[in-house]
């Protein structure tokens, strides 16, 4: 059975439709209504563009790759140094209010860690209650330790001594090698 697409244009109509909408006077009357459009679309691509490279996802899904290509060491390794040094800078003034950050600091790092890994709960305690069904051993330490760092924050006569500032941080710089490195 052969189809005359001739006969099936001109019944439907098509034909004439398609030669109607391409024919110039429509086409002249519609060039303002395409220049609209023309405009909008340039419009919301640079915008697409401008909030795409401005945005973090990049970072996260091509230079994160890219960067732990031709490093030694992950991402989140380079990430963890990075941020321990600056910590262990501060521990290594002596100072009495530098150890006091230097704790502080630790113990938000390791907070944004476990809420960077998607343990489930709110406060610092249920991510470590969560975390230790997997790989935190020294939760007991840790909790001890954060009571020291609420103590610190919340008590403005708080002495810290260097030697309990070393053993806290060590615990804090073991959880959070365990969590993210792991």
Known sequence: MLINWDYLYNLIGIKD???????PSIQE?????????????AFFFCAVIYFYLNSSY???????????????????????????KKIKKRMSSGNEAELKLAVIEADDFLYETLQDMDYDGTTFEE?????????LPNREELL?????????????G?????????????????????????
């Open 17 to 23: 439709f398609i030669y109607f909408i391409s024919s």
């Open 29 to 41: 009357t519609l060039f303002p209504i395409k220049l609209v459009f023309i405009f909008f679309t």
């Open 58 to 84: 990049l970072q996260y899904q091509f230079l994160q790759e890219v960067t732990e290509f031709f490093s030694k060491e992950s991402f989140e390794l380079k990430k963890f140094n990075k941020s321990w």
């Open 127 to 135: 991510l470590l209650d969560a975390a230790a069904k997997k790989n």
């Open 144 to 156: 001890q330790a954060h009571q020291m760092r609420n103590s610190i924050v919340y008590e403005p």
């Open 158 to 182: 708080y002495k810290l001594d260097a030697s309990e500032a070393k053993r806290i941080l060590s615990a804090y710089e073991t959880a959070i090698k365990n969590v993210s490195l792991n």
